[in-house]
């Protein structure tokens, strides 16, 4: 059974920041591409960031604001949010995604979803304004 464990969601009013970690197996942290989507209610897992050998992609809709990092000597994937938006609300998942489309994941919208090998069960993010 592997797992991926993710922390930090919350209550944010906008224009604030918020860090979601992720916990890997020990393995996986510096050896695979890891990602981060999001869901809202009604809709498909979004992807939004992607990493892979310090090559970091990112959505259009959250390019400038979120950040993914890696610490593996922890073991931990980062998504750091700033200037939060109501729109960012939504149940953040932690992802290991297909080396071969790591960067695509992350521009592709829910279609980046079908390369997800495992995912965390999730964090949910509320953004006040």
């Known amino acids: 059974q592997e797992d991926l464990v993710e922390s930090g969601g919350g209550s944010v009013q906008a224009g604030g920041f918020l860090r979601l970690s992720c916990k890997t197996p020990g393995y996986m942290c510096g050896n695979y591409c890891m990602a981060w989507f999001r869901q809202v209610p009604g809709k498909g897992r979004e992807g939004v960031a992607t990493s892979y050998y310090g090559t970091t992609t990112y959505s259009d809709s959250v390019k400038g604001r979120f950040t993914i990092s890696k610490n593996c000597n922890e073991d931990t994937v980062y998504l750091d949010i700033n200037s939060v938006k109501p729109e960012d609300s939504a149940m953040y998942y932690c992802?290991?995604?297909?080396?071969?489309?790591?960067?695509?994941?992350?521009?592709?919208?829910?279609?980046?979803?079908?390369?997800?090998?495992?995912w965390g069960k999730g964090a949910q993010v509320t953004i006040s304004s």
């Open positions: 992802a290991k995604v297909t080396f071969a489309a790591c960067k695509w994941a992350a521009e592709a919208g829910t279609k980046g979803a079908a390369v997800v090998g495992f």
